[in-house]
């Protein structure tokens, strides 16, 4: 019920390419879904979330679908960069400012210059 | 976005000592802090959940003699590595939520604890 499943595991893209990752959760109370970034020997920093009552966003070349039926929600970078090579968490949590973050396994993304 | 500080970023000592880390929040209040540890190429893992004023929450299996964690103030958390040893060696991060910044939880830096 707490789980929150991440794929794929690492990836591989062209520059201007698509990345596409993707995360199922199972607890239905989970109502916040953010997507972080982390370069090695960094913090993670928040790139973007979602609450369920959309099935988009967008903010610049990020954008998350959601999809509340199926308990799905990707992330995907429009014109990858090689600057984007880091790894990218996604996150499951309730709204409440005290409620734990249910992270993904990671996926770790190599943009090919 | 709001600003975490954790330091010191890297830190090594020797095995059967302690070892503080402190995480502030420089521009918002953190009702609730959170302890990570993240092992290489994996997620984090969650320690604890601290809430100002209150007795920390320990994840099963996390030794909470081991990792103490104070929450004294609404921008200060620490996390003290007691008798530490070479497992105990890590990337320690915390993060902060609350006050106006509602669901967003934002990360410090890190802490690279290396027990020689």
């Known amino acids: 019920q707490q789980q929150v499943k991440q794929s794929p595991q690492s990836l591989i893209v062209q520059k201007g390419g698509i990345s596409i990752i993707n995360c199922a959760y199972e607890?239905?109370?989970?109502?916040?879904f953010p997507w972080y970034q982390q370069f090695p020997g960094k913090g993670p920093a928040l790139l973007i979330a979602?609450?369920?009552?959309?099935s988009e966003k967008k903010e610049g070349r990020f954008t998350i679908s959601f999809n509340k039926s199926a308990k799905q929600f990707s992330l995907h970078i429009m014109d990858s960069q090689p600057g984007d090579s880091a790894t990218y968490f996604c996150?499951?949590?309730?709204?409440?400012?005290?409620?734990?973050?249910?992270f993904g396994t990671g996926t770790r993304l190599k943009v090919l210059a | 976005g709001a600003v975490v500080s954790q330091h010191p970023s890297r830190v090594i000592c020797k095995s059967g000592t302690s070892v503080k880390i402190e995480c502030r929040s420089l521009?918002?209040?953190?009702?609730?802090m959170f302890w990570y540890r993240q092992f290489p190429k994996q997620s984090l893992m969650l320690m604890a959940t601290?809430?100002?004023?209150?007795?920390?929450?320990?994840e099963q299996g996390v030794e909470k003699d081991k990792f103490l964690i104070n929450h004294a103030s609404l921008t200060l958390s620490t996390l003290t590595v007691t008798s530490a040893h070479p497992e105990d060696s890590s990337f320690y991060i915390c993060?902060?939520?609350?006050?106006?910044?509602?669901?967003?939880?934002?990360f410090g830096q890190g802490t690279r604890l290396t027990v020689v």
């Open positions: 993060s902060a939520r609350g006050g106006n910044r509602g669901a967003e939880a934002f």
């Open positions: 979602i609450r369920p009552d959309v």
């Open positions: 521009d918002f209040q953190a009702t609730t």
């Open positions: 607890n239905t109370a989970f109502d916040y």
């Open positions: 601290s809430n100002e004023g209150s007795k920390a929450t320990y």
């Open positions: 996150a499951a949590s309730k709204g409440s400012g005290t409620y734990k973050y249910i």
